[in-house]
């Protein structure tokens, strides 16, 4: 069975502009949550959303948003990039909303010059 | 959810037992000991989970102290593959909101 998958896996961006990042939950999670983690950090928690509503939001700026589809896949969308928006951004999925554990992507990384 | 506190780094021998410690000593009644691992360039992994009684699967055990206030990671048989971050979290039964810290990286050597 595939895992979490995240595209791409790579992406480059100058400073204002805006990305999207996708994710494709493991088949039969309904779950998705999204985690920003800095170079020398642990991931820091950004959103949860579960059958297409937010349930759970981090302390994260107004420029990050993120929406859930009916095949539960997810984006992340970030507007008027900042250098400190450089990062590698997992997305992880589990059963319903409230199940553990989590099974996370291998990330997207994101360098804004 | 409560804090936890991980060494920074540890290393142990090929094919001895890595044992990680983790402080967690403002741990509340319904929170759990959760532990993944982060090996480079991919996503954490899940490893265990436990709330008061010790823990075994396929990958580890987790020994939790009676107080709760502490917890240690027991990979039996060390390999290579296990060279990894590993982060100790506590968290109520069920959160997708984990706080990760920056955890132990533990190196195997050969």
């Known amino acids: 069975d595939a895992g979490v998958t995240q595209s791409p896996t790579h992406l480059i961006k100058t400073r204002g502009q805006h990305v999207t990042l996708r994710c494709s939950p493991i088949?039969?999670?309904?779950?998705v949550s999204w985690y920003q983690q800095v170079l020398g950090q642990g991931p820091q928690f950004i959103f949860q959303?579960?059958?297409?509503?937010?349930?759970g939001r981090g302390n994260f700026p107004d420029r990050f948003s993120a929406r859930q589809f009916p095949n539960y896949s997810s984006e992340l969308n970030v507007n008027a990039l900042l250098l400190g928006d450089s990062a590698l951004y997992l997305c992880?999925?589990?059963?319903?909303?409230?199940?553990?554990?989590?099974?996370f992507g291998n990330g997207t990384r994101l360098t804004v010059t | 959810d409560a804090k936890t506190t991980q060494p920074p780094s540890m290393d142990c021998a090929e094919g001895r037992a890595a044992n990680l410690p983790c402080n967690h000593s403002t741990i509340s009644g319904n929170e759990y000991v959760y532990w993944y691992r982060q090996i480079h360039s991919q996503g954490p992994q899940y490893i265990i989970h436990g709330l008061k009684n010790n823990e075994t699967n396929e990958m580890a055990s987790l020994i939790i102290t009676e107080d709760r206030k502490s917890s240690t990671l027991i990979l039996p048989h060390a390999t290579l593959r296990d060279t990894a971050v590993y982060y100790c979290i506590a968290a109520q039964t069920g959160a997708n909101n984990l706080f990760f810290g920056t955890g132990t990286r533990l190196t195997v050597i050969p």
């Open positions: 088949s039969g999670h309904k779950s």
């Open positions: 959303y579960y059958e297409k509503e937010e349930r």
């Open positions: 992880a999925s589990s059963l319903q909303a409230g199940n553990s554990p989590l099974h």
